[in-house]
């Protein structure tokens, strides 16, 4: 198993530019998200999605479209980057329970360092 | 809401020192679990261990240990004899697959 994998790992966009940054997981997890870690303030949740079709936001969601049309995949739209969007993006997957064994950790991909000038 | 605080943002200490990782929590949910994750220098979240609402059984493995005690809303987690290698970046983490992170703690080890 791949796990979660991300693309791109590094990320230079102009302010105003739009792109996608990838994420798919190879694990048949049901939920997924989307993270944003700045200096200090950890880890933020922008989106998630408890299966296919599904999306719904989380703290910091504003600039920032997702969506789901397969388990597998959960990519993570920036409308028009804006300097504060400067981060590291962690996509992650998870699951509530499989075989007997209780889940709800998360597995997170490397993570994409973007820089918006 | 939820909330998750580590007030410690760096702990410097020397090799084969024990170090203690506060995490105090806040939530209203009555069925919760509670995470630790590292992120060394290299910047991959790695999992340590997830506790759960109802197991209030402090937990060893290696030279780590986790402390939860639901009366202070308290997840501490103790690095026995501290190596080098154990320098990284602390989380503590609150929910169930939708999580809400600490600020995290830098721990560095001096050899």
């Known amino acids: 198993n791949a796990g979660v994998t991300q693309t791109p790992k590094f990320q230079v966009l102009k302010t105003g530019q739009s792109m996608t940054l990838q994420c798919a997981q190879d694990?048949?997890?049901?939920?997924m998200s989307w993270y944003r870690q700045d200096p200090g303030m950890g880890l933020r949740l922008i989106h998630y999605s408890v299966g296919a079709g599904i999306t719904d936001q989380g703290e910091v969601p504003n600039g920032y479209n997702v969506s789901r049309s397969t388990t597998e995949d959960f990519p993570l739209r920036l409308l028009s980057a804006a300097p504060s969007q400067t981060s590291v993006y962690f996509c992650a997957s998870s699951y509530t329970s499989a075989r007997g064994r209780v889940g709800y950790e998360q597995y997170f991909g490397p993570g994409t360092r973007l820089t918006v000038t | 809401a939820q909330k998750v605080t580590q007030a410690q943002t760096e702990i410097s200490v020397v090799e084969k020192e024990d170090v203690t990782l506060d995490c105090v929590y806040e939530?209203?949910?009555?069925?919760?679990?509670l995470f630790w994750y590292k992120q060394p220098p290299s910047g991959e979240l790695v999992f340590l261990i997830r506790r759960n609402s109802f197991d209030e059984q402090n937990e060893i493995s290696g030279r780590y240990s986790w402390n939860f005690q639901k009366s202070t809303s308290s997840f501490n987690f103790t690095i026995t004899a501290s190596q080098v290698v154990d320098s990284a970046v602390y989380f503590c983490a609150l929910g169930r697959n939708m999580l809400t992170f600490g600020g995290g703690t830098r721990l560095m080890v001096k050899p």
């Open positions: 939530t209203r949910d009555t069925t919760y679990y």
């Open positions: 694990m048949n997890h049901e939920y």
